[in-house]
């Protein structure tokens, strides 16, 4: 009897021990993002990095304190409101459609920002993409844009791709793009003009032709180009 209850306690012990072991693995690869076992895993991990930059951007990033503080100060559409008392906008990460790239201002889903934690490849990357969202939010509130209007929506697209550090030419590198005349205005013209003729607001229009709602968007990014380009609000200038 004394021998069976000692191996009971042995077998007891031993589950424990691999509990504990299976439990820090598995810390341990949401940590470092290596050897993930299923797709639930690695969307947690990619979720839990991207809140871990996020998190750390806000306290830490002049350029999205900056911006936080000048959207807190316009007061909010109604229904926009964060909840969180130390944010203006709510902010949230999570896997995107296949369409985005790395983020999204959603004003019909109460104003918020989604962060795509499936796109964003580094802590760089997730300051970028938050500061050209923020952009959003801040034109939003400060102009008031009618996101069915494609002028409006192609001169917010001008402005987030110029004053987020999107279209640095370190950026441009990446994407394997060796412009350097007039570099950082051709990349705030395409990008706008790209994400524009993806917008509903032209993909209803075209249908899917996209060489027509391209050459429709490339268009109207010209018609707005000065006024939007040469607005820096609420910078000083591009940096």
Wanted: net charge negative; glycine share 4%.
């Amino acid at each position: 009897m004394a021998s069976s209850s000692t191996n009971n306690q042995q077998d007891s012990n031993d589950a424990v021990v691999q509990d504990q072991f299976s439990d820090w693995t598995r810390r341990l690869r949401m940590l470092t993002g290596l050897g993930l076992q299923n797709d639930e895993e690695r969307r947690a991990f990619l979720i839990s990095r991207c809140e871990s930059w996020r998190d750390n951007l806000i306290e830490t990033s002049p350029v999205i304190r900056f911006m936080l503080q000048h959207i807190s100060v316009i007061p909010p559409r109604p229904g926009s409101q964060s909840q969180n008392n130390r944010l203006p906008i709510p902010i949230r990460c999570e896997p995107c459609a296949p369409v985005l790239a790395g983020g999204q201002f959603s004003p019909a889903e109460g104003g918020q920002i989604r962060l795509c934690s499936d796109r964003l490849s580094s802590r760089q990357h997730a300051s970028d993409v938050l500061t050209h969202e923020l952009i959003h939010a801040w034109d939003d509130r400060h102009f008031g844009i009618d996101w069915s209007n494609a002028r409006h929506i192609a001169c917010t697209e001008i402005r987030a791709n110029a004053l987020s550090g999107d279209c640095r030419w370190t950026r441009e590198l990446d994407r394997h793009i060796w412009s350097f005349a007039a570099q950082r205005q051709n990349c705030a013209r395409r990008r706008a003009a790209l994400s524009l003729s993806q917008h509903s607001s032209l993909r209803e229009r075209f249908g899917n032709d996209t060489e027509a709602a391209r050459q429709a968007a490339d268009r109207v990014v010209d018609e707005v180009w000065e006024s939007c380009w040469n607005d820096t609000r609420p910078f000083d200038e591009i940096y």
